[in-house]
């Protein structure tokens, strides 16, 4: 059974960066068919996909034109994981973070359970 | 604003059918599948419907998908309470290479 186990702070100060860490049982981050996003959810903003990382022979990524400048997604073979960094953050950036996996069926077919995340002084 | 957009709530009484549409201009619906997700309270959302109307394994089949154009439903009959929450459609943007959702619709049974 494929499980993804987030993990990270919840409260960011304003202008620092946001770290957070899925770890992946039971599937690989270097699948060739699979593919790591991130996704956040706020009441103003709604769901909201950030990016992804994927393996296809070599890494892979894309990137929400909104966060581009400030989002970094890396996979980390030797502890079989993939991590989101949202660097400069503001209180816009407050929402429930996930990270979720493109396999086999439907754009999005597991998700974390997500992390509340914070940006306050 | 989400570049699809639901209607944000709908309600039906137990037993009942409801749909819940979902619209978007031909650049995200008309060119890619549709998936529906379901988020009960407090929780991740999960996959409903992929592919406009495919259910993933242990998906009742209360729950079905259908598209035509550049629109999308989704459909629950013999709505049970367990059912209220919210419903998120989703495609796939070609230019962004990433996931576009709709608002969202929030069903009270």
């Known amino acids: 059974q494929v499980q993804l186990q987030q993990s990270g702070p919840g409260l960011v100060k304003p202008s620092q960066t946001l770290s957070l860490t899925c770890a992946i049982s039971g599937d690989s981050v270097s699948s060739n068919s699979a593919a790591w996003n991130w996704i956040r959810q706020s009441p103003s903003r709604g769901l909201e996909w950030l990016g992804r990382t994927y393996y296809r022979s070599k890494w892979y990524n894309d990137y929400a034109v909104s966060v581009k400048s400030r989002i970094t997604i890396n996979p980390d073979t030797s502890k079989n994981q993939f991590s989101l960094q949202l660097n400069s953050v503001t209180p816009e950036d407050t929402a429930v973070y996930y990270c979720?996996?493109?396999?086999?069926?439907?754009?999005?077919?597991?998700w974390g359970r997500g992390t509340l995340v914070t940006v306050s002084s | 604003q989400s570049v699809l957009t639901q209607p944000p709530s709908a309600s039906g009484t137990p037993g009942q059918r409801v749909t819940i549409s979902c619209s978007g201009s031909?650049?995200?619906?008309?060119?890619?599948?549709v998936d529906w997700y379901q988020q009960l309270p407090g929780t991740a959302p999960k996959l409903l419907i992929f592919?406009?109307?495919q259910r993933p394994s242990g998906v009742p089949d209360r729950f079905s998908g259908s598209k035509s154009g550049t629109s999308a439903s989704l459909a629950i009959s013999g709505l049970q309470s367990e059912d209220e929450a919210d419903y998120y459609c989703a495609t796939w943007d070609d230019s962004l290479k990433g996931v576009v959702f709709g608002g969202g619709t929030k069903l009270t049974v």
């Open positions: 979720a996996r493109k396999g086999d069926i439907g754009y999005l077919d597991l």
């Open positions: 031909s650049s995200y619906i008309r060119s890619n599948t």
């Open positions: 592919s406009n109307n």
